[in-house]
């Protein structure tokens, strides 16, 4: 991500997207720190966070069974 792209993000102009989307309450920085990764550092972390997720599923799911 360029540095001017950031300053948009951390600085943006009154009407722009990414002000509205500031005043709307998104985090702009989680944006910023998301970009700084490479396509495969985000792909990587994606499969991390589905590989955490299908084991929360699975230590659910037993509970699940016994509740019905």
Same mark, same amino acid.
């Given at each position: 991500?360029?540095? +001017?792209?950031?300053?948009?993000?951390?600085?943006p102009?009154?009407g +722009?997207?990414?002000a509205r989307a500031?005043?709307?309450?998104?985090?702009l920085?989680?944006?910023?720190?998301?970009?700084?990764?490479t396509p495969?550092?985000r792909?990587?972390d994606l499969?991390? $966070?589905?590989r955490?997720?299908e084991e929360a599923?699975?230590s $659910? +799911?037993?509970?699940l069974?016994r509740?019905?």
């Open positions: 991500m360029n540095r +001017s792209a950031e300053e948009h993000l951390l600085n102009p009154p +722009s997207a990414a500031r005043d709307f309450g998104i985090d920085t989680l944006l910023i720190q998301r970009l700084r990764l495969e550092e792909l990587d499969q991390r $966070v589905m955490d997720l599923r699975k $659910v +799911s037993p509970f069974r509740k019905r």
